[in-house]
């Protein structure tokens, strides 16, 4: 059965710096990968997805993502944190049958000024 | 244009009760998906509907949860019996339908209703 990891529960990122999420997969076929941000009391909002083609996925907010099939990852990333980034993000992947997503556990991120 | 919608968003049960949990998908989405997600958790798959039919339930924890989609456009979740262990938020998604080779296009997701049984 495929599963996801989200290796870190919190990061603490200070306001300007980069933010990196990390998201590994344990999938045998073709993977397709979604970046899930859900702020306090909001449902789950897309951020990028990766279906097929360039591994390096542009995302709404300025977020931005790269397929590694070596290292079976899907890392988010943004360049320069805002303070409203902070939130719960979920990496998630579709199973073969195509219907249901499974999620990662969630990784918490706290903007610092 | 409009978003999928839940409603209630909030819902206090007494143990024991039935509740009944509602979702209005995007207009013109086929498929319809229930997620549980529990406090501190990512969502976990409840089941899935293609129009009304109902062609996924693995997720589902027990016989008391029921889903429904008699149309195919609006669905309830309702669960009989309510135990403390069913409190979580339940989420309800949407998506245009399948890709070709049988994957789900994006899922877009509503606000989720938040649970407590007490």
């Known amino acids: 059965a495929q599963s996801v990891t989200q290796p870190d529960i919190h990061i603490t990122v200070s306001e300007g710096a980069s933010l990196e999420l990390r998201c590994n997969y344990s999938y045998g076929a073709t993977p397709y990968l979604f970046w899930y941000v859900q702020s306090p009391g909001q449902g789950l909002q897309l951020l990028l997805k990766?279906?097929?083609?360039?591994?390096l996925v542009q995302g709404i907010k300025g977020f931005e993502a790269e397929f590694k099939r070596s290292q079976s990852s899907f890392n988010l990333r943004k360049p320069s944190v805002h303070w409203s980034d902070a939130a719960e993000y979920f990496c998630?992947?579709?199973?073969?049958?195509?219907?249901?997503?499974?999620f990662g556990g969630g990784t918490r991120v706290l903007v610092k000024p | 244009g409009a978003g999928v919608s839940q409603s209630p968003r909030y819902k206090v049960a007494k143990r024991g009760q039935d509740v009944a949990l509602r979702c209005d998908p995007i207009?013109?989405?086929?498929?319809l998906f229930w997620y549980q997600q529990a406090l501190g958790q990512g969502p976990e798959f409840l089941t899935y509907?293609?129009?009304?039919?109902?062609?996924?339930k693995s997720g589902l924890p027990s016989d008391r949860f029921f889903a429904e989609r008699p149309e195919g456009s609006v669905s309830t979740l309702k669960i009989q019996r309510t135990q403390q262990e069913d409190s979580a938020v339940y989420l309800c998604a949407s998506s245009l339908g399948l890709l070709a080779g049988g994957v789900s296009d994006t899922q877009y997701f509503g606000p989720g209703t938040r649970l407590t049984v007490l």
């Open positions: 509907f293609q129009n009304e039919a109902q062609l996924d």
């Open positions: 207009s013109g989405h086929v498929s």
């Open positions: 998630a992947v579709v199973t073969a049958a195509g219907n249901k997503l499974t």
């Open positions: 990766y279906f097929s083609g360039d591994t």
